[in-house]
């Protein structure tokens, strides 16, 4: 064992292997707490060095979901070469807070990515790495040999670090590519100005340069959402539809107990009216008071039977113009007939509906612009059965975000270029 870890998967690093192979395929782990470890989940594997197949290893895990993890003050310094998740894998619902707690020479991060292939990250939360004075100390970090793996509704935010770090530090074969930062939203990242380590997302180095899509993000960050660092560039990066925003509310990570925390509340409808959920204090979720569903749990939402819905609620605080961000997507996809989502404004459908299958579980952009609001003007995330009514297997992922643009917004990238490169720091 390289590392140290709360639950680990490891192999020798010796071990030959061939494309067909795998380590781990078809796991799902869920509703996992970690704390105090050196990484609470780690897949480290090792296998940076060449196999005697000469394959890279994206495949060595397959098809593992990890969905609704609570990972947080992990406090063991992050050295070594732990690696992410591979192939047809994601992480979902789940909150990394205050992770990398101890200084690190070879840096800090909350999730490190390395050999991942059709990965993808979704609507989870990244915030409050500390400041130790180690490298990085940001989110989440493309280290090596990413490829077509996916940032998609993800808050990340409060880092001591940058957000999203995107390294271009090593030769060829192990550039980054194809990546997709996606309806997500990155506030005030880089707190601990350490030059270098700055912004919502940085690119670092030139060896291969990262290329991909960053699009319809939200961003309220005073050091600049897009930062290059060491000769780095964006410029393999196709960038559509990056708003600045005043203010960014996610409902995830303002999700309380009590109704109206932060402008959100939860409410079950019978599509002609509207009522307050009660709080279950034990499961941590929103329902109606004679049963189980609909509810609206932190990520989640379940329908009822037939009209049923169930509601995410966010009140204008004040007049503006507002920006919506998220993604919709099935978490359980056991069966079922699937499930219609929609976005309402006082009741007038602005988003949808959207009808999402009941094994999908990559989902649909839910990103509206330009939404003119005034104070009490309600916005409603609505969740509901498919057409049949049948609300067997309906848990639905969603976890919206909403940003006041100022004048001047626009989709400007707010591109920072940091050239003092690193090794004077």
């Not at 061939?18 to 050196?38: A, C, M, P, R, W």
């Amino acid at each position: 064992v390289w590392n140290s870890a709360g639950l680990g998967f490891t192999m020798s690093q010796s071990l030959s292997f061939t494309s067909s192979q795998y380590v781990l395929k078809d796991v799902k782990i869920s509703n996992f707490e970690g704390s105090h470890n050196l990484s609470s989940i780690s897949f480290d594997f090792c296998n940076g060095r060449p196999s005697s197949s000469g394959t890279a290893g994206a495949n060595l895990v397959q098809n593992v979901v990890l969905d609704n993890l609570y990972l947080h003050d992990d406090n063991g310094p992050a050295e070594g070469c732990d690696e992410g998740l591979r192939q047809d894998s994601i992480l979902l619902n789940s909150r990394l807070i205050r992770e990398g707690g101890c200084a690190s020479g070879t840096g800090t991060i909350a999730v490190i990515l390395g050999r991942s292939k059709n990965l993808a990250i979704v609507n989870s939360i990244f915030t409050d790495v500390p400041n130790t004075a180690s490298p990085d100390q940001g989110g989440i970090d493309f280290e090596f040999g990413n490829e077509q793996t996916k940032l998609r509704g993800l808050y990340i935010a409060e880092n001591a670090g940058p957000g999203v770090e995107l390294l271009a530090i090593y030769p060829a074969p192990n550039e980054n590519s194809s990546i997709e930062i996606s309806s997500s939203s990155f506030v005030n990242n880089g707190k601990a100005n350490r030059g270098g380590y700055l912004g919502g997302v940085n690119q670092l180095g030139n060896q291969i340069i990262p290329s991909g899509v960053i699009r319809d993000n939200l961003h309220a960050e005073p050091q600049g959402f897009l930062v290059t660092a060491d000769g780095g560039t964006f410029n393999s990066f196709t960038q559509t539809n990056n708003r600045a925003a005043s203010s960014i509310s996610s409902s995830a990570k303002e999700f309380s107990s009590t109704q109206g925390t932060g402008g959100w509340s939860y409410q079950s409808g019978n599509g002609s009216s509207w009522q307050n959920m009660v709080f279950d204090t034990m499961n941590d979720l929103w329902t109606v008071s004679s049963a189980t569903v609909p509810q609206v749990k932190r990520f989640e939402q379940h329908p009822g039977v037939g009209a049923d819905q169930a509601a995410r609620v966010w009140t204008a605080g004040s007049a503006g113009t507002i920006s919506i961000r998220g993604r919709v997507l099935k978490s359980d996809i056991s069966g079922g007939d699937g499930i219609t989502a929609k976005i309402t404004k006082n009741g007038t459908v602005i988003w949808g509906p959207q009808n999402v299958a009941f094994n999908d579980q990559s989902g649909f952009d839910a990103n509206v612009d330009n939404v003119a609001v005034n104070a009490t003007d309600v916005i409603r995330f609505e969740v509901s059965s498919g057409s049949s009514g049948n609300n067997t297997y309906d848990q639905t992922s969603w976890s919206p975000m909403i940003g006041y643009i100022g004048t001047g917004g626009g989709s400007s990238p707010n591109l920072w270029d940091f050239n003092a490169g690193l090794e004077g720091w």
